[in-house]
């Protein structure tokens, strides 16, 4: 054997070796190892959480600090703190540091003003590493002054005759006249426990006067959508030292298409011998503003209207509305074209009965709207198209005398 073959076979047999110690040492080593849970093991269902907060909550005389941090249950996904921390009032936010995915230090740009409470708020809806998303909100007080305020507002929700679960309360200054409530930052939230109260807690003394916006909390944002349950609810309240804490009372949330009812205020001067008569219409978009209708039976929801009283249109809404009065002076009912064979020989002409709008009136689901109605006038106006023919009808009657101003220059119709 020559030895160039004697060469390659000892090679050959010292690879061998070689590798065989190498698979021991491996058997060896993953002998002594931790065994992980094998991929695919049980789901994690158990929603994150904070553990701890640092000022811990209720802490005061915190003047000159700017720096929060917070500890949560275990790993989550790290982002910005505008992202899932909520300051009220509000501050700039510095920089968010995190330390692993479990501690974070929130910096802000200036310290803690002074004599001031500072409401922080960690919003449920921020996941873990396995995305499961926090089930619950964590909002607790801060303070640069020596103690917390006193005031409170509580109260509860209902919905189609259960409590509001989880539905949220947004509380905001009462603003100047010339803007509307919702145009303004709120000052604080909450949100309803299993029964539908609600407290919002650590507020001055005095304070106020304050308004509450209230919607059920369905896609579990924080934020009112149009298809959720909500409404302003109709109070006001101010806090005083004497009577820090009050008490909201019990509203009912209704879905947003849930109908409500005009309350329409006629005036003691439509007082006559006329038969005055209502009803309601939806608003759409792109509407063009009422047209009379030549109809055989009275509207939905039309209603005789009492001078000097409350007529009840319902269902009217929920949105933009308007309401249709008119005097009916044949007494069908409805409002009619009336012939008119005064204005030319040989002719019939015709013109509607009195009638008038009031609009738009904007109607909440679920909820009254008490709003003056306008008086309807004397006059006639024109109606363009004779109305079908029907035996009830007296063709040969004429429309009671009116004024002159109710007649064109030429002898006809305005």
Known sequence: MSAGRRSRRFRG????????????????????????????????????????V??????????????????????????????????????EYGATKWHGRRRVTVELREPLPPDT??????????????????????????????????????????????????????????????????????????????????VLPWLATPGGPYLLRAFLDRNGDLRPADNEPQRLLPVEITLTTESPTADAGTHILYGPQAPGRLLGLAGASEADARHL???????????????????????????????????VFDPAGPGTIRAILFADLDGDSLLSALPDSSAVPDTVLWRWEPHVTAEPLEIAPGLDLVAPLPAVPDTLTSCPTPPPARAS?????????????????????E
């Open 13 to 52: 047999a010292a690879d061998g070796v070689a590798l065989g110690i190498c698979l021991l040492l491996a058997c060896l080593l993953g002998a002594c190892a931790t065994i992980e849970p094998p991929q695919g093991g049980p789901v994690d269902r158990t929603p994150p959480s904070v553990l701890a």
């Open 54 to 91: 640092s000022p811990d909550s209720g802490a005061v005389g915190l003047d000159g600090l700017s720096e929060l941090e917070i500890i949560f249950s275990e790993k989550v996904n790290p982002q910005p703190a505008i992202r899932f921390l909520h300051l009220y009032p509000p501050l």
């Open 117 to 198: 409470v500072i409401v922080v708020e960690i919003p449920r809806g921020y996941s873990d590493v396995h995305r499961v998303e926090s089930r619950l909100s964590l909002r607790y007080p801060l303070a640069t002054a020596d103690s917390l305020p006193s005031g409170r507002i509580t109260g509860r929700l209902r919905f189609e005759d259960e409590p509001a679960a989880g539905a949220v309360i947004e509380l905001y200054p009462v603003p100047p006249d010339t803007l509307e409530y919702f145009r303004q930052d709120f000052l604080r939230r909450a949100e309803t426990d299993s029964t539908g109260d609600f």
């Open 277 to 311: 008569f209502g009803w309601t219409q939806k608003i759409a978009e792109g509407d063009t503003g009422f047209a009379p209708q030549h109809l055989k039976t009275p509207p939905p929801g039309q209603a005789p209207v009492a001078p000097g009283d409350t007529t």
């Open 393 to 413: 009808r007296d063709t040969a009657a004429v429309v009671p005398d009116l004024p002159d101003s109710t007649r064109s220059p030429e002898g006809g119709l």
